[in-house]
């Protein structure tokens, strides 16, 4: 049950971004991918680095960590959307991304998580490969676009 309620809020929320997206609302999409990014690299690499911080017994004041934590989110969201910056700082953002969805997954139970690996495998194919799936809306007039313009 909780796969399925998961899967349904990602369905819903890629409805809604691709309305955006149809419509044109691309600033929205901006603020709502920023304040996603914020979230995950402030927030959730707090909660990593407090328990790695007690697991080596470690002690840092609020402040500080708050502080550190806050110019890592900035400095994220900025070269992720914004700021054209070196290849490698966008890859290691990318993965740090990953890592943090990761330990997400862990505080799931198990079963839940091989669900939701099926489910969110399925709900991929179809996104991408139904004629009407949104990921293929989306991604078609970007690749026509591109191939329109190259020389062959």
């Given at each position: 049950?909780?796969?399925?309620?998961?899967?349904?809020?990602?369905?819903?929320?890629?409805?809604?971004?691709?309305?955006?997206?149809?419509?044109?609302?691309?600033?929205?999409?901006?603020?709502?991918?920023?304040?996603?990014?914020?979230?995950?690299?402030?927030?959730?690499?707090?909660?990593?680095?407090?328990?790695?911080?007690?697991?080596i017994g470690l002690h840092v004041d609020l402040f500080s960590l708050a502080f550190l934590l806050f110019n890592f989110s900035v400095l994220g969201i900025?070269?992720?959307?914004?700021?054209?910056?070196?290849?490698?700082?966008?890859?290691?953002?990318?993965?740090?991304?990953?890592?943090?969805?990761?330990?997400?997954?862990?505080?799931?139970?198990?079963?839940?998580?091989?669900?939701?690996?099926?489910?969110?495998?399925?709900?991929?194919?179809?996104?991408?490969?139904?004629?009407?799936?949104?990921?293929?809306?989306?991604?078609?007039?970007?690749?026509?676009?591109?191939?329109?313009?190259?020389?062959?």
């Amino acid at each position: 049950l909780n796969a399925i309620i998961f899967m349904a809020v990602i369905a819903g929320m890629t409805f809604i971004l691709f309305l955006l997206f149809k419509w044109g609302c691309y600033k929205v999409i901006y603020g709502y991918m920023g304040f996603a990014m914020l979230n995950i690299f402030f927030f959730f690499t707090g909660a990593l680095v407090i328990q790695i911080l007690r697991l080596i017994g470690l002690h840092v004041d609020l402040f500080s960590l708050a502080f550190l934590l806050f110019n890592f989110s900035v400095l994220g969201i900025l070269s992720l959307f914004f700021m054209p910056v070196p290849l490698l700082l966008k890859q290691c953002y990318t993965v740090w991304v990953g890592i943090c969805v990761a330990y997400i997954f862990t505080h799931i139970p198990e079963w839940t998580s091989w669900m939701l690996l099926v489910i969110m495998a399925l709900y991929d194919l179809a996104a991408v490969l139904m004629p009407g799936g949104p990921l293929k809306v989306i991604t078609q007039p970007l690749s026509s676009s591109s191939s329109a313009g190259s020389c062959t």
